[in-house]
């Protein structure tokens, strides 16, 4: 079974978990907000992905974040900021076992699970 990660009120979100249900494909929702983040997922994470694939700075979290820190971000300190602040990974995150997929596309979607 796959692993979406992400927050509920996210409207891509919405869409990524409409169109796996509408594909029959069967997935367990992660709300980072109830169920936080797991050090070692994160880190697992990080050895697959760089850390500014991973953060999303279209969000407001990243807004938020003072301008050093935005400056000055490294993979350690984005490890600490994703920890403290989940919301800021860009949404959704499939995780399908094999791969971890970023974002949601229906078109890329559609080419890989159809």
């Not at 000055?72 to 602040?85: G, I, Y």
């Amino acid at each position: 079974m796959f692993t979406l990660y992400g927050i509920k009120n996210c409207d891509t979100m919405k869409k990524a978990m409409k169109w796996l249900d509408e594909a029959g494909i069967s997935y367990h929702f992660h709300d980072y907000k109830k169920e936080g983040l797991p050090e070692t997922l994160l880190d697992s994470w990080l050895s697959q992905h760089e850390w500014d694939e991973l953060i999303n700075r279209r969000g407001t979290t990243w807004r938020k974040l003072d301008d050093n820190t935005r400056e000055n971000m490294d993979t350690a300190m984005a490890r600490q900021v994703m920890l403290e602040n989940p919301s800021i990974i860009k949404r959704p995150l499939l995780d399908t076992g094999s791969e971890r997929i970023l974002g949601f596309k229906a078109d890329d979607y559609a080419a890989r699970f159809k």
